[in-house]
């Protein structure tokens, strides 16, 4: 997983609420799908989609300003839904590499850290703010999302902090997803180990005979 530190990128604005995993990526693209890169097409497939299979080009990432954008403002309760980790690999896929929202889907935020994607929760305010600053620029406007100073800054520069998890800031930004960050601990587990096998020695002797 590459870490994540800065980006300064575009960024789109698609700022309706309760945006689900099955708006993301439908389920039935995910059966039997064992590349990762055939889902970039079907990433939003409802939205990005008319009904004869064309473009719609009111879609956001449909037009030629945002198409290609790294960074998504989104709206309330982001990735709500089915715990689908199909979801954040088909937007990486496209090229999204951060969202930031008012709040997320439980799973889906989650899901973003295990796969080296950043979900920022900012106020809907700010990221409202941080779109309106977008419109004048369309396409050239940078967003920077700045994790090691835990600041996004908007196109004309204001700063908006946010909070993330410390275990998670720390992943993130050393390319570790929860396996690599318990392997990184792996002297402190086996010292702890080591203590607790001293102070309930049937505990492991119960293990050892069952395995």
């Known amino acids: 997983m590459k870490p994540f530190r800065v980006l300064s990128a575009t960024a789109a604005p698609l700022l309706s609420d309760n945006i689900d995993t099955d708006v993301i990526i439908r389920i039935e693209k995910l059966v039997g799908m064992t590349d990762h ?4 097409r079907w990433c939003f497939g409802a939205l990005r989609y008319l009904p004869d299979g064309s473009e719609n ?3 956001v990432l449909n037009q030629s300003p945002y198409r290609g954008s790294e960074i998504l403002l989104a709206g309330a309760n982001f990735g709500c839904g089915s715990s689908r980790e199909g979801a954040v690999w088909a937007m990486m896929q496209i090229g999204l590499k951060a969202v930031l929202a008012p709040s997320f ?3 889906f935020y989650n899901n973003c850290f295990q796969n080296g994607v950043l979900p920022v929760a900012l106020a809907r305010s700010a990221i409202e703010e941080i779109a309106s600053e977008l419109e004048p620029d369309a396409g050239r406007a940078v967003v920077t999302v700045d994790l090691e100073r835990q600041r996004v800054v908007s196109p004309r520069g204001k700063e908006h902090a946010f909070e993330i998890p410390g275990l998670r800031r720390e992943a993130l930004l050393e390319g570790l997803d929860d396996i690599g960050i318990t392997l990184k601990r792996e002297a402190v587990i086996a ?3 080591e203590r607790d096998r001293m102070r309930r020695p049937w505990v492991y002797e119960i ?3 069952r395995s």
Do not use: N, T
Not at 37 to 40: F, I, R, T, V
């Open 37 to 40: 890169s055939e889902l970039g």
């Open 191 to 193: 010292a702890h180990q």
């Open 57 to 59: 080009p009111e879609f």
């Open 105 to 107: 889907g439980e799973i």
């Open 207 to 209: 293990a050892e005979v």
